[in-house]
């Protein structure tokens, strides 16, 4: 029996149990990935990576059946290392229910569906339940060939409080794994989603038209017919709305002020409204032609601040509305981050009032100079949109 990776092993499952007991206690754990849990995930991956190249897989019979668990829980824990979870899952010896819980994890982080339901998360409606399980009515069977009990779909939740907005959560979750390196579904099918979920995945993502290029640092979610008084759908559709009802993926551009076109990205299944408006975002080719419509004393930061201004860069016009932006085929091109970033911040959207004032589907990367500045809604004497609220701010 190697003792040496015996002993390290315990210390570092202790080290994991102890932190992740002190965190719960205050009710940090469940706010977000807590740095401090995140560094010992890091620590413990690192190390167990170095014992692998050197030791290969700690079994039972080469460091104890205690450390033989420890190795498990430090590789389950080992979220922010997707070569670790997928090289243990390939390579390693162990119980096949530990194998199976594996798998599902990396399907979960991966956004597919799992086989044997062990992991939950929380639900639309703040209930936690299993994630999303391929052929759910044949689970159980599977459970039974690996040797897990039927599946409960009403677990214990350990203490942990249901998020505020569980969608919210969700695309805190989605875009923390994309930046960790888990492989993400296409645009496709992330703009498939509910757009509260879907529009922060589009920070950092690039768009391109009329030969200029733009990294997206703002964005706002607006929702369709009947759920979101803020966005110009609510009250259905209309000649000018008709491409907010789909299919996801496509322009959205509509005229404001009688001065200026905003930007957005259509989303949710085809038949259901609901679209991202482009706010604001950082020049990252075409700087000239960017320059040349926006005026010349215009500086870097302020090419694209703001969607009218977006907009105007891009030289996107009423003519672009209705088309295709994932497949190049269309005067707009948007693609995945060449850069994911690691989270966002969240709060109310720009200038609407009346019901819809506090939804907070403004999404924006901290530390950006390019977002732009929030105005709470101001009434004011102009020509309202279907919705009711002032219209250049919302799609």
């Not at 009515?137 to 677990?155: F, Q, Y």
């Not at 408006?277 to 302020?302: C, N, T, W």
């Not at 506090?358 to 977002?371: A, H, M, S, Y």
Request: charge should be negative; aromatic fraction near 6%.
């Amino acid at each position: 029996m190697n003792q040496t990776v015996r002993a390290e092993l315990l210390t570092m499952a202790a080290e994991d149990d102890h932190v992740r007991t002190e965190l719960a206690a205050d009710g940090s754990l469940y706010d977000g990935y807590h740095p401090r849990m995140a560094a010992v995930h890091h620590a413990n991956a690192e190390r167990l990576t170095a014992i692998l190249d050197e030791h290969g897989w700690p079994t039972a019979a080469t460091v104890g059946t205690q450390a033989h668990d420890a190795a498990w829980i430090i590789t389950q824990h080992a979220i922010a290392d997707p070569a670790l979870q997928h090289r243990v899952l390939t390579t390693a010896d162990g119980p096949p229910a530990r194998l199976a819980t594996l798998a599902d994890r990396i399907a979960y982080f991966e956004a597919r569906p799992q086989t044997y339901g062990t992991q939950f998360d929380w639900n639309d409606d703040g209930e936690l339940r299993p994630w999303t399980i391929d052929d759910p009515a044949h689970v159980d069977e599977r459970r039974a060939t690996v040797g897990l009990p039927p599946l409960d779909p009403h677990p214990e939740t350990d203490g942990e409080p249901p998020p505020g907005d569980p969608r919210i959560r969700r695309a805190h979750a989605r875009v923390w794994a994309r930046s960790a390196g888990w492989r993400t579904p296409p645009l496709t099918e992330i703009l498939e989603d509910h757009v509260s979920v879907a529009a922060p995945q589009l920070l950092g993502c690039e768009i391109t038209a009329n030969g200029v290029t733009i990294r997206i640092t703002e964005v706002e979610a607006y929702a369709g017919q009947g759920e979101d008084p803020g966005s110009h759908s609510h009250r259905g559709r209309t000649p000018r709305t008709a491409p907010m009802f789909g299919p996801p993926g496509h322009t959205y551009v509509y005229f404001t002020y009688g001065m200026h076109w905003c930007l957005n990205i259509t989303c949710a299944p085809d038949g259901r409204a609901s679209g991202t408006l482009i706010r604001a975002g950082e020049v990252i080719a075409g700087h000239d032609l960017a320059r040349r419509r926006r005026g010349p004393k215009v500086s870097d930061r302020d090419l694209a601040r703001g969607p009218a201004r977006l907009a105007q860069a891009l030289a996107v016009t009423g003519d672009d509305t209705g088309k295709p932006a994932l497949d190049g085929t269309g005067p707009v091109h948007l693609r995945p981050p060449a850069h994911p970033p690691a989270d966002f911040a969240n709060g109310p959207r720009t200038g609407i009032g009346g019901e819809a004032a506090t939804t907070p589907w403004r999404f924006w990367l901290p530390g950006e100079p390019t977002v732009s500045p929030y105005r709470p809604h101001s009434p004011r004497n102009r020509s309202r949109t279907p919705g009711g609220h002032k219209p250049e701010s919302r799609a």
